[in-house]
Structure formats: structure tokens, C-alpha cells
């Protein structure tokens, strides 16, 4: 049984403390915490490698507990310590300057009564050794450590909380697996953003549950008066922009600048104009405070355009630092392994692991969980499950018993990779669906490789078949294979993937579910994440296309994206797709001028996902069905790709249009969609990519998408030269 977070949240509170300057101070914060209305589980004081003042403070306060930081030096170090120390089951942090009111724990307990919420903290109001500066603006509150103008005023979900006053269920920290340790303050440098780091990634990992501000959790934060001259403000102003720039790196500028976007656009300059205008009102601090605030803005932007360029150069050997990822694939049905960071074959050290959760066989989450140098054990794992319970998808169409009235026929067209072939063939005589045939296409093959394979180890099967087209290009090869298959349901995948052992009984149900279904498509997963380039790519190509069933329906398109049904990449992809016999020939077959082999590089599963919705059939996107597909390996294999993908969306959309000339006025008519699409660093196709990856393959996509239109219009050319001028194409075949 998985765990079930506590709906009464027990706190376990750790101060982090550094310099004996403030053990007054720190001593304050202690007696705010000892006071609380809600009574603490422990209070926990970490000190950053300072032997001094960990003997004064475990002699003054011997019933709380006093710990070393046994991290790396610095506040994400010492938090971390804290981290691995408490046993709450909420961790709330309190700076050593700062003080909470009575009630702190209390309201930020009720927060925690919503078991979405993961983390929750509230308002720090600065205290002032002496009065505000007249200069300094309250929307650069920040700069001390405190609340800002521009922050909510009510209660409600926020990107991410200020440390000074935080707090986050023990399962979550457990998962986010800590503070990043580069980025937050060593000493009394200036540094931050490892809060809003920290809790990007708690996002990541828990979509579906929520960072909550409460702004009753009141903490006030003593200000020293080294932070109230302009040379502190400036330099804080600067340390911040240094450590965005860190943060994007780390996770992408959509992400990392979601909050700061809106503040930069809307809240600074409202703050500009407001203080021109208490100055012209006769508050001359007015003027200071709207100049003050063009100051700290391009400090900020110039440390940050610094930082940036900086990154990008780092980022250049990224692809050769790159750590791998374990591919994990667990069933809630069996018992959760321990997950190990270290493969004791290989050696290999993993980062991360990427992991498919299911549900008696049926995806229900996907999980991307930190190694951070430790192993994940079983009950971190369930937790890891546990923390994210929302939203799950609902179960699969009933499965069909062997041998109903369907027969598939799986066709996989292939060309000169026998090796990944074999793989790919063997997870077919693994499918639990009987009722099953296999037709094999050789491409215009370079060797006979693989009718020798086909001849030496599938000689006995008699499910598996073997043809040889000799002209190439994917669509001819699929076409070909059609012809050859008896099934009445015909279903295509790639050489170099490993099928689901569900894979075809949950395409096959969807098509015994309606009758209006035409063509089905599966998720794509990754069959491992070695390299760089694959993750780029498994991140860029965004092969799996969510884990809720979708129908996808020409006379129904009110919930459909702007672009319905022209993305015809969101339907799927041809490693994965599956159409009625009726349906394929109602389209006139896959069309031989696109696809891998032609002029046109692609574009033929996009083409045919159209033009099974044009016929009056519906297309199901199905989770169940499942391939895992291993990606290319190399970046140069990547550029090729890009541009085919870009050649190939160009090539198909040119197809449309030549079939039917008032598609170009659709098109036309959603270009400043297309644009948004394409362009804009906030849709879904650029908000996906990560802020390392090369710019160079973006722009190589795009350039094929504008070559695309005239090679089809060349491979069309090409196809109606063979047609007149039909090649003798030696075409052999073992039943």
C-alpha cells in the first residue's frame, strides 16, 4: 500500500545560522519558534561549519538539537543537512535574522489540510534598523530577503516561495532530493534563486499539486544595516541577475522566468510611475525610488545577459559531460524495486531515472526522479508515486480475447539494420494478442542481411513473412506491405523499436470499440537515454503524446488546438499507428511521393493521419499502445532528423494543398497561430525544449520546412516517372 500523506502536519522547523555576529539574533528566532501556538515536533539549528558557534548554541539550548552542516559549505548545504535530519511531516525553514509570529505554524498548518498542497509559506515583513530608506522601493523588498510589491496580496498558488519563510511536506523534499547546492549564499555573499529552483522542480516531479501562499504566516526579518546602503543594493542586484541566469540553465528560461516576465512587465514599470508621481506630489523620495528602480532593473538584465553568454559557452561541451538516465518500467501490481544509480554491469553512473509507472499494465504516470549521488530505495520510490495521486487517467477499453474476429497484420518496413530488427521482431512474437501476422518489407536493401536473418531464425514462424521492395521510400514500402498482408486491421511500426507485449491487443481494442475508429496511434516512450542527443530529441519530438485517451474527430474540433487538424504531429507518429483495411483504402494508401527514401525525406504519417479524419473516420490516440523507441544516438544524427521532420511537415502540408487548393486559404487564415506556434518561447513545441538545446537544430527544422514544398513537388515528379516507367523491381518473398 502506497503512503498517504498525513492530513495533520507535525512541523520539524530548522534555523540555518553561519556567523556568530548574530547569535542575538539567532536566539530571537529560537524563541519565536519555542512560543509558537502550534507546538513544534523539533527544532532543528544547522551551522555552517562554524565549531564556535555550535558549542555556544548547543550549551545555551541543550533540548533542541544542534547539528553540524555536513554538506557542502553554504545555505542549500546547510538547508539540505536539515532536510536529511528532520522526521516531520512538514520541514519549515526560518532564517537566523527573522522572527515568526505566534501563529506561524499554525496558519501555515491549515494549508496543509488541502493534501495538494506540497509546500506553503507566507509574508516577511522587513524590519528596519532604523526607518525605510527613502530610496529604496518596496518592489525591490527582495534585495533584504523580504516581501515585495508585486507578490500576491491574498492566499493562493505561487511559482515559489522566499526561504526566510517556507515550509514543504517530508515526501516531497525526499523526492526534489534537496536544495542545489550552486546556487543560494556561501557566507555573506549575495547569491539566491535556489528556492525558485528548488521548487521547479517539485513541479516537475508533482504537477498536479500545488506551492501555497499564505499571507496570515507572518515572519518578521531583521534587516542589517550593512543591507541598507546603495553599494549592498546594487551588488544584490547583480548576484541576482548572475544566479537567474545559473537557474536557466538548470531549467529553461520558460520556466526560470515565468514569474519574473510579469514582474519585469507590469510591476516595475507601475512602480516607476507611481514614484514620479508621489515626486511630483512633493515626496522627493519618489524620484529616488522610480530612478532606483531603472537602476536595479539593468543591473539585474546586465548581470544576467552576462551570465547567459556565459552559460551558453559552458553549454557548448554539454553533450560530452552528459549523465545518463535509467529507464525504469514498474507495475503498482508488483513490488517496487530499488532503484540504483550505479549500473553494476556496465559501470555507467546514472543522473536520473526516467521511469514509467502502471497500473496493471495500463501507464498511469511518468516520473523523472534525481539520483543526486544516492540510490532511491523502494519506500522512496512509493513515495515518489504516493506524492502525486491526482489526475490519473482512467483504465483501458476492455482487452479482446486471442483469436476474436480481427487479424492484425504488423508491417515494419526496414532497410540495412538487421541487428535492431531482430529486437524488434522478437517483442512481436512476444505480444499477448494470437490471432497475428508479421509482414517484413526490405527497403531497397544494400546487402541480403536481412533475408538472411529472416531465413536462419524466423524460417520455423510461420506468422513472420518476408518481401523485398527494391525501390525505396517508406510510404512505397508501407503501400507494399499492405498488398502482402491479409489482416484486417493493418498496423506499421519502425525496425528500431521495442513493442509493448500489449502493444496490438490495445490497438485492436480500440477499433473493436467503435466502429467509427479509422486509424490508432500509441505512445512512443524512450528505450534509453544514453546521450545527450537522445534526450534532446525524446524532449524536442515529443513522442508521447500524454497518458489519456484521446479521439480526435473532423466534425467535433471545438477542444482542439487553433491548428486542428494541420499538427498533425499531435495525433502521433508512423512508429506507432494502426488503420482499419477499409479506411487505407478509402484514403488511396500512403502516398509513395513521402516518407524516408524520397525527395521529400517525410511527411507520410502526418498525410495519412489527415486523411483518415478527411475520409469521415476518427483517429484514437490510445496510451496503452506502447513502443519504445531507441533514439539517435549522435547530434549529427540529430541535424539530419531535424531536418527531415522540418522537410517532411512542409512536404505534407503542400500535399494538402495541391489535393484540395482552399486549404490555402485555412492555412493562411491560421498563420499568426502557426507563427505562435513555431516561434513563441510559450508554446507547448518551444516550452518543452531545454534551455541547452542547440538553437542551430531549431533553425534546421524550420529550413526544411520551407525546402519541403518544392521536393514534394520534385518526389511527385519522381513518382509519376516510375508510374509511366514502372523498374523491374526483383521483388522476393518467403511465406
Same mark, same amino acid.
Given at each position: 500500500?502506497?503512503?498517504?500523506?498525513?492530513?495533520?502536519?507535525?512541523?520539524?522547523?530548522?534555523?540555518?545560522?553561519?556567523?556568530?555576529?548574530?547569535?542575538?539574533?539567532?536566539?530571537?528566532?529560537?524563541?519565536?519558534?519555542?512560543?509558537?501556538?502550534?507546538?513544534?515536533?523539533?527544532?532543528?539549528?544547522?551551522?555552517?561549519?562554524?565549531?564556535?558557534?555550535?558549542?555556544?548554541?548547543?550549551?545555551?539550548?541543550?533540548?533542541?538539537?544542534?547539528?553540524?552542516?555536513?554538506?557542502?559549505?553554504?545555505?542549500?548545504?546547510?538547508?539540505?543537512?536539515?532536510?536529511?535530519?528532520?522526521?516531520?511531516?512538514?520541514?519549515?525553514?526560518?532564517?537566523?535574522?527573522?522572527?515568526?509570529?505566534?501563529?506561524?505554524?499554525?496558519?501555515?498548518?491549515?494549508?496543509?489540510?488541502?493534501?495538494?498542497?506540497?509546500?506553503?509559506?507566507?509574508?516577511?515583513?522587513?524590519?528596519?534598523?532604523?526607518?525605510?530608506?527613502?530610496?529604496?522601493?518596496?518592489?525591490?523588498?527582495?534585495?533584504?530577503?523580504?516581501?515585495?510589491?508585486?507578490?500576491?496580496?491574498?492566499?493562493?498558488?505561487?511559482?515559489?516561495?522566499?526561504?526566510?519563510?517556507?515550509?514543504?511536506?517530508?515526501?516531497?523534499?525526499?523526492?526534489?532530493?534537496?536544495?542545489?547546492?550552486?546556487?543560494?549564499?556561501?557566507?555573506?555573499?549575495?547569491?539566491?534563486?535556489?528556492?525558485?529552483?528548488?521548487?521547479?522542480?517539485?513541479?516537475?516531479?508533482?504537477?498536479?499539486?500545488?506551492?501555497?501562499?499564505?499571507?496570515?504566516?507572518?515572519?518578521?526579518?531583521?534587516?542589517?544595516?550593512?543591507?541598507?546602503?546603495?553599494?549592498?543594493?546594487?551588488?544584490?542586484?547583480?548576484?541576482?541577475?548572475?544566479?537567474?541566469?545559473?537557474?536557466?540553465?538548470?531549467?529553461? #528560461? +520558460?520556466?526560470? /522566468?515565468?514569474?519574473?516576465?510579469?514582474?519585469?512587465?507590469?510591476? @516595475? !514599470?507601475? &512602480?516607476?510611475?507611481?514614484? $514620479?508621481?508621489?515626486?511630483?506630489?512633493?515626496?522627493?523620495?519618489?524620484?529616488?525610488?522610480?530612478?532606483?528602480?531603472?537602476?536595479?532593473?539593468?543591473?539585474?538584465?546586465?548581470?544576467?545577459?552576462?551570465?547567459?553568454?556565459?552559460?551558453?559557452?559552458?553549454?557548448?561541451?554539454?553533450?560530452?559531460?552528459?549523465?545518463?538516465?535509467?529507464?525504469?518500467?514498474?507495475?503498482?501490481?508488483?513490488?517496487?524495486?530499488?532503484?540504483?544509480?550505479?549500473?553494476?554491469?556496465?559501470?555507467?553512473?546514472?543522473?536520473?531515472?526516467?521511469?514509467?509507472?502502471?497500473?496493471?499494465?495500463?501507464?498511469?504516470?511518468?516520473?523523472?526522479?534525481?539520483?543526486?549521488?544516492?540510490?532511491? #530505495? +523502494?519506500?522512496? /520510490?512509493?513515495?515518489?508515486?504516493?506524492?502525486?495521486?491526482?489526475? @490519473? !487517467?482512467? &483504465?483501458?477499453?476492455?482487452? $479482446?480475447?486471442?483469436?476474436?474476429?480481427?487479424?492484425?497484420?504488423?508491417?515494419?518496413?526496414?532497410?540495412?539494420?538487421?541487428?535492431?530488427?531482430?529486437?524488434?521482431?522478437?517483442?512481436?512474437?512476444?505480444?499477448?494478442?494470437?490471432?497475428?501476422?508479421?509482414?517484413?518489407?526490405?527497403?531497397?536493401?544494400?546487402?541480403?542481411?536481412?533475408?538472411?536473418?529472416?531465413?536462419?531464425?524466423?524460417?520455423?514462424?510461420?506468422?513472420?513473412?518476408?518481401?523485398?521492395?527494391?525501390?525505396?521510400?517508406?510510404?512505397?514500402?508501407?503501400?507494399?506491405?499492405?498488398?502482402?498482408?491479409?489482416?484486417?486491421?493493418?498496423?506499421?511500426?519502425?525496425?528500431?523499436?521495442?513493442?509493448?507485449?500489449?502493444?496490438?491487443?490495445?490497438?485492436?481494442?480500440?477499433?473493436?470499440?467503435?466502429?467509427?475508429?479509422?486509424?490508432?496511434?500509441?505512445?512512443?516512450?524512450?528505450?534509453?537515454?544514453?546521450?545527450?542527443?537522445?534526450?534532446?530529441?525524446?524532449?524536442?519530438?515529443?513522442?508521447?503524446?500524454?497518458?489519456?485517451?484521446?479521439?480526435?474527430?473532423?466534425?467535433?474540433?471545438?477542444?482542439?488546438?487553433?491548428?486542428?487538424?494541420?499538427?498533425?504531429?499531435?495525433?502521433?507518429?508512423?512508429?506507432?499507428?494502426?488503420?482499419?483495411?477499409?479506411?487505407?483504402?478509402?484514403?488511396?494508401?500512403?502516398?509513395?511521393?513521402?516518407?524516408?527514401?524520397?525527395?521529400?525525406?517525410?511527411?507520410?504519417?502526418?498525410?495519412?493521419?489527415?486523411?483518415?479524419?478527411?475520409?469521415?473516420?476518427?483517429?484514437?490516440?490510445?496510451?496503452?499502445?506502447?513502443?519504445?523507441?531507441?533514439?539517435?544516438?549522435?547530434?549529427?544524427?540529430?541535424?539530419?532528423?531535424?531536418?527531415?521532420?522540418?522537410?517532411?511537415?512542409?512536404?505534407?502540408?503542400?500535399?494538402?494543398?495541391?489535393?484540395?487548393?482552399?486549404?490555402?486559404?485555412?492555412?493562411?487564415?491560421?498563420?499568426?497561430?502557426?507563427?505562435?506556434?513555431?516561434?513563441?518561447?510559450?508554446?507547448?513545441?518551444?516550452?518543452?525544449?531545454?534551455?541547452?538545446?542547440?538553437?542551430?537544430?531549431?533553425?534546421?527544422?524550420?529550413?526544411?520546412?520551407?525546402?519541403?514544398?518544392?521536393?514534394?513537388?520534385?518526389?511527385?515528379?519522381?513518382?509519376?516517372?516510375?508510374?509511366?516507367?514502372?523498374?523491374?523491381?526483383?521483388?522476393?518473398?518467403?511465406?
Amino acid at each position: 500500500m502506497l503512503k498517504i500523506s498525513e492530513s495533520r502536519a507535525t512541523f520539524s522547523v530548522v534555523i540555518c545560522a553561519h556567523t556568530m555576529d548574530r547569535i542575538d539574533l539567532l536566539s530571537r528566532a529560537v524563541a519565536s519558534i519555542c512560543s509558537q501556538s502550534l507546538p513544534t515536533k523539533e527544532l532543528i539549528v544547522v551551522c555552517d561549519h562554524n565549531d564556535e558557534l555550535r558549542s555556544q548554541i548547543s550549551q545555551k539550548y541543550p533540548s533542541i538539537l544542534v547539528v553540524e552542516n555536513s554538506e557542502a559549505k553554504g545555505l542549500s548545504g546547510a538547508r539540505n543537512t536539515g532536510l536529511k535530519i528532520a522526521s516531520g511531516s512538514v520541514i519549515a525553514f526560518l532564517d537566523d535574522d527573522a522572527q515568526a509570529s505566534e501563529d506561524w505554524l499554525e496558519k501555515l498548518a491549515r494549508a496543509y489540510l488541502d493534501p495538494k498542497v506540497m509546500a506553503a509559506g507566507g509574508i516577511i515583513d522587513p524590519d528596519w534598523p532604523d526607518a525605510r530608506p527613502r530610496w529604496f522601493p518596496r518592489e525591490f523588498d527582495w534585495v533584504v530577503g523580504c516581501s515585495y510589491k508585486g507578490q500576491p496580496h491574498e492566499g493562493g498558488v505561487v511559482r515559489n516561495l522566499i526561504g526566510c519563510n517556507m515550509s514543504v511536506r517530508r515526501e516531497v523534499a525526499t523526492a526534489v532530493g534537496g536544495f542545489r547546492e550552486s546556487l543560494g549564499r556561501v557566507g555573506d555573499n549575495a547569491s539566491g534563486c535556489e528556492e525558485t529552483d528548488y521548487f521547479i522542480r517539485a513541479y516537475k516531479l508533482f504537477p498536479h499539486r500545488t506551492v501555497y501562499f499564505e499571507p496570515r504566516a507572518i515572519v518578521h526579518h531583521s534587516i542589517e544595516k550593512t543591507r541598507t546602503t546603495w553599494s549592498y543594493f546594487v551588488q544584490r542586484c547583480r548576484a541576482e541577475g548572475k544566479s537567474k541566469a545559473s537557474l536557466v540553465a538548470f531549467v529553461g #528560461s +520558460s520556466v526560470g /522566468l515565468s514569474s519574473e516576465t510579469n514582474y519585469a512587465k507590469k510591476v @516595475l !514599470p507601475s &512602480g516607476v510611475w507611481g514614484g $514620479l508621481r508621489e515626486g511630483l506630489r512633493g515626496d522627493v523620495g519618489g524620484f529616488f525610488r522610480a530612478a532606483t528602480i531603472c537602476a536595479g532593473f539593468l543591473s539585474v538584465a546586465s548581470s544576467f545577459t552576462v551570465g547567459r553568454i556565459r552559460s551558453q559557452l559552458r553549454s557548448f561541451n554539454s553533450a560530452r559531460n552528459f549523465q545518463p538516465y535509467r529507464i525504469i518500467d514498474i507495475d503498482l501490481a508488483d513490488k517496487l524495486p530499488n532503484l540504483g544509480c550505479l549500473d553494476p554491469k556496465s559501470g555507467c553512473l546514472y543522473s536520473a531515472t526516467w521511469c514509467l509507472v502502471r497500473s496493471n499494465g495500463q501507464p498511469i504516470k511518468i516520473l523523472e526522479i534525481p539520483f543526486d549521488g544516492r540510490d532511491v #530505495s +523502494s519506500e522512496m /520510490l512509493a513515495e515518489f508515486i504516493a506524492a502525486d495521486v491526482s489526475d @490519473l !487517467p482512467p &483504465g483501458p477499453l476492455p482487452a $479482446l480475447t486471442p483469436n476474436n474476429q480481427f487479424k492484425v497484420s504488423v508491417i515494419i518496413a526496414t532497410r540495412d539494420r538487421a541487428d535492431s530488427l531482430r529486437r524488434c521482431l522478437n517483442s512481436m512474437l512476444a505480444q499477448t494478442y494470437n490471432n497475428l501476422e508479421i509482414v517484413v518489407v526490405d527497403n531497397a536493401p544494400s546487402d541480403s542481411k536481412t533475408k538472411d536473418l529472416i531465413d536462419r531464425e524466423y524460417a520455423q514462424t510461420s506468422q513472420v513473412q518476408y518481401v523485398c521492395e527494391n525501390i525505396p521510400g517508406l510510404a512505397r514500402a508501407h503501400n507494399f506491405g499492405v498488398s502482402h498482408a491479409s489482416g484486417d486491421i493493418l498496423a506499421f511500426t519502425d525496425d528500431d523499436v521495442i513493442a509493448d507485449p500489449q502493444w496490438v491487443s490495445s490497438i485492436a481494442a480500440n477499433f473493436a470499440h467503435s466502429e467509427s475508429i479509422g486509424c490508432v496511434t500509441g505512445m512512443i516512450l524512450p528505450a534509453e537515454l544514453l546521450t545527450q542527443a537522445q534526450l534532446w530529441t525524446e524532449l524536442h519530438g515529443g513522442f508521447g503524446k500524454g497518458l489519456f485517451r484521446r479521439v480526435f474527430d473532423l466534425s467535433n474540433p471545438s477542444n482542439e488546438s487553433p491548428l486542428f487538424p494541420y499538427t498533425a504531429g499531435a495525433f502521433g507518429s508512423g512508429a506507432n499507428m494502426a488503420f482499419r483495411r477499409a479506411t487505407l483504402e478509402r484514403m488511396g494508401g500512403f502516398d509513395n511521393a513521402l516518407g524516408a527514401g524520397t525527395i521529400a525525406r517525410g511527411g507520410d504519417d502526418l498525410a495519412s493521419f489527415v486523411a483518415a479524419l478527411q475520409v469521415g473516420d476518427q483517429l484514437a490516440y490510445e496510451p496503452g499502445a506502447m513502443v519504445w523507441h531507441f533514439h539517435r544516438r549522435e547530434v549529427q544524427g540529430m541535424r539530419r532528423q531535424a531536418y527531415s521532420y522540418g522537410m517532411g511537415l512542409g512536404a505534407y502540408l503542400t500535399k494538402l494543398i495541391l489535393n484540395e487548393p482552399k486549404t490555402l486559404l485555412l492555412l493562411i487564415r491560421k498563420l499568426p497561430d502557426a507563427f505562435t506556434h513555431m516561434f513563441s518561447r510559450n508554446s507547448k513545441k518551444m516550452a518543452r525544449l531545454p534551455d541547452n538545446y542547440p538553437r542551430k537544430l531549431v533553425w534546421t527544422e524550420r529550413l526544411g520546412i520551407l525546402t519541403g514544398p518544392p521536393n514534394y513537388i520534385r518526389s511527385l515528379l519522381r513518382e509519376h516517372l516510375v508510374r509511366a516507367n514502372p523498374i523491374e523491381s526483383n521483388v522476393q518473398s518467403r511465406h
